[in-house]
């Protein structure tokens, strides 16, 4: 629908979002165009850090998809890396539209520091979060099942409303897992937009 390099430019919101985060080259982008159905929706590079806007996608139901810009590359200029961040900081803060985030890990390299850090931050939002352990396909299928065990080991005890899978937009592995978590989040939000505009009716008869 659009794409946007300030924090000013975000468009007003027309339905409830679900944003895709995650470090640079985790796989982000393949996870949204397997998800979606479209092989060039979100731009795939061999090369990190090329996403550089935030994207907004609107679905044929309504409700968007927002792809936002990878962190942790470092191999970019400090005053466009300071862009990215506070671009991605005042979306996933400010964004009333925003009804949960899915947060694209590589399978191989899951929970990194800064996965800890976006994750510890945003909780306060206490919003839902998927995290996605892509690239699924580049471990045996006993290693990734035990990835997966311990990175719900991990999240566990934080408390947080955080759900995990193992995904492979190669192998097209999981697609049918995320699909229900995020078609619930907009499903839930949906009720909630109905029930509010019917108590308002309710409230001025």
């Known amino acids: 629908m659009t794409s946007i390099a300030k924090p000013t430019g975000l468009p007003p ?7 895709f985060v995650g470090r640079s080259n985790a796989g982000k982008s393949s996870a949204i165009n397997t998800l979606t159905g479209h092989k060039r929706l979100a731009y795939v590079s061999r090369t990190p850090g090329r996403t550089q806007l935030l ?6 139901a309504g409700c968007y998809l927002v792809d936002l810009p990878g962190f942790g590359y470092a191999k970019v200029p400090e005053a466009v890396r300071r862009q990215w961040v506070g671009l991605i900081e005042h979306y ?6 925003l009804i949960g985030l899915v947060h694209v890990m590589d399978a191989r390299h899951p929970l990194t520091p800064l996965d800890w850090q976006l994750l510890e931050w945003f909780a306060p939002r206490g919003l839902p979060v998927h995290v996605l352990l892509s690239k699924a396909d580049k471990l045996s299928r006993g290693k990734a099942a035990a990835t997966l065990a311990e990175v719900r080991r991990a999240l566990a005890p934080r408390g947080w409303q955080v759900s995990a899978q193992l995904f492979s937009a190669l192998q097209r592995t999981g ?3 995320v699909e229900t978590v995020v078609g619930n989040w907009f499903a839930a939000a949906q009720q909630h937009t109905l029930a509010a505009v019917a108590s308002t009716e309710n409230g001025g008869r």
Do not use: C, K, W, Y
């Not at 919101?13 to 944003?19: L, R, S």
């Not at 994207?55 to 044929?60: A, D, M």
């Open 92 to 97: 996933l803060m400010n964004r009333d539209a």
């Open 55 to 60: 994207n907004i996608f609107r679905t044929p």
């Open 13 to 19: 919101a027309a339905g409830p979002e679900v944003a």
């Open 175 to 177: 697609v049918a897992e």
